[in-house]
């Protein structure tokens, strides 16, 4: 632990038949660093396992003494197992993570710097599914995401990987959408929600339509109950900011939107669904396992081991003044947002991609090895060739220009490319 750290932090591990994935969270969570925070606790609740997840944990808890493991004998359903969590911890800010998830090195600290304002009550991360996006439904989980994240950093919805005040005895032992439960019931005691999209968590998403159907009817469905109940809405619940960030998400192109509109179906129908389980009452507050969510994930910090660098590259417009004053700051940014569509298509899902609309500029940020860095930058250097500016019929002078710029993972003096 830093010196400096000044908030006790305990995390809470929700896991059912967790055995193959919950080793890539322990290492996760035994490389956090951090600095005004400390991690005092992590208790697993193993909750109705078959598998060999309770074995697993114990023999984490056996060399971490930190790590303590709760036994539910029968599964109760996540919320239930969240109540004995709660019922158990005494730090002061408390962070649910799933099983089948894995954080960047810093997200944990992320996710508690916040607190240092009292007005905080709960912080969320930013997900990054690890799902091959050449299937629609890969696509869809990506897109899904990435409209979470652009929705959230306006009008924070959290989940995933959160953060709260302990503050709550208990929530809602019915609910199917804990994250939201909480959310609902902070923002009634009057505390504010942060989202700190730099706080990644890697997760996967369902792999087929059936999976993804019932994925997304059971939080549909959980949505509407928690707006009937509580009188909050989601902000994800309603059509329109969807509709609104899916317009700067998606270039158009004839693939694209067929695509897009692939996904838009599946979600109308997995909602139509979650409206009829919500009308008749139909209860998800144990749901079904979602085994293509549970392969272990490639990546994270196992592949991030093999990274030497962390590449910063920036793709700039030029002459981006000159642009807004000749087309306005919409059309300029319409620009703006399909180059950052087209730059997604070449790097992985994990890594960071940014649009920064006043200076005309997209940030990607991705570790990779030194070799890496240069095959990535000739990558970015030949798609933004191929996207002159008459694309989006700007009639104003222009060009595309894509730097790199390598640092060390640790930290050190950034060398330019």
């Not at 091959?132 to 995401?145: E, R």
Request: with cysteine.
């Amino acid at each position: 632990m830093n010196e400096a750290a000044n908030i006790d932090v305990a995390i809470g591990v929700m896991a059912h038949n967790e055995e193959a994935s919950i080793a890539a969270l322990f290492a996760a969570l035994g490389t956090q660093r951090t600095t005004t925070c400390h991690i005092a606790a992590i208790t697993v609740v193993a909750s109705g396992c078959t598998d060999g997840t309770v074995r697993r944990a114990q023999e984490f808890a056996a060399r971490d003494p930190r790590v303590r493991v709760l036994v539910q004998p029968q599964r109760e359903g996540k919320a239930s197992a969240i109540n004995l969590f709660l019922r158990e911890t005494r730090e002061p800010v408390v962070v649910l993570v799933g099983a089948d998830t894995v954080p960047e090195a810093n997200a944990i600290e992320l996710l508690v710097r916040p607190f240092a304002d009292p007005a905080v009550g709960m912080t969320g991360g930013r997900p990054v599914p690890m799902n091959d996006a050449s299937s629609l439904v890969g696509y869809t989980v990506h897109l899904q995401w990435r409209l979470h994240d652009r929705i959230a950093a306006r009008t924070p919805k959290l989940g995933e990987v959160i953060a709260f005040r302990n503050v709550l005895p208990r929530i809602d032992g019915e609910t199917s959408v804990d994250e939201l439960s909480i959310e609902a019931t902070l923002v009634e005691r009057g505390f504010r929600l942060a989202y700190v999209p730099e706080a990644i968590v890697y997760n996967r998403g369902p792999a087929t339509i059936g999976e993804f159907l019932t994925q997304r009817r059971r939080i549909h469905a959980g949505h509407l109950q928690v707006a009937a109940q509580q009188g909050y809405r989601a902000a994800t619940l309603g059509y329109r900011p969807l509709l609104s960030a899916l317009v700067h998400e998606v270039e158009p192109h004839p693939v694209e939107l067929a695509r897009v509109a692939g996904a838009i179906a599946l979600e109308a129908l997995a909602r139509s669904l979650g409206t009829y389980d919500f009308l008749r009452r139909r209860s998800h507050r144990v749901w079904s396992v979602l085994e293509t969510t549970k392969r272990v994930l490639p990546h994270g910090h196992v592949a991030r081991a093999q990274a030497t660098v962390q590449s910063l590259y920036t793709i700039q417009i030029a002459d981006y003044a000159v642009i807004v004053n000749h087309v306005g700051h919409r059309r300029a940014e319409a620009l703006l947002q399909r180059i950052a569509v087209a730059i997604r298509h070449e790097v992985r899902a994990m890594d960071q991609v940014s649009s920064h609309p006043t200076e005309g500029l997209i940030v990607v940020v991705a570790p990779t090895t030194a070799t890496g860095s240069a095959a990535l930058h000739s990558r970015l250097l030949e798609r933004v060739r191929q996207l002159p500016l008459a694309e989006v019929d700007l009639d104003a002078p222009g060009r595309v220009v894509c730097t790199a710029l390598e640092m060390p993972l640790a930290g050190a003096t950034a060398l330019a490319v």
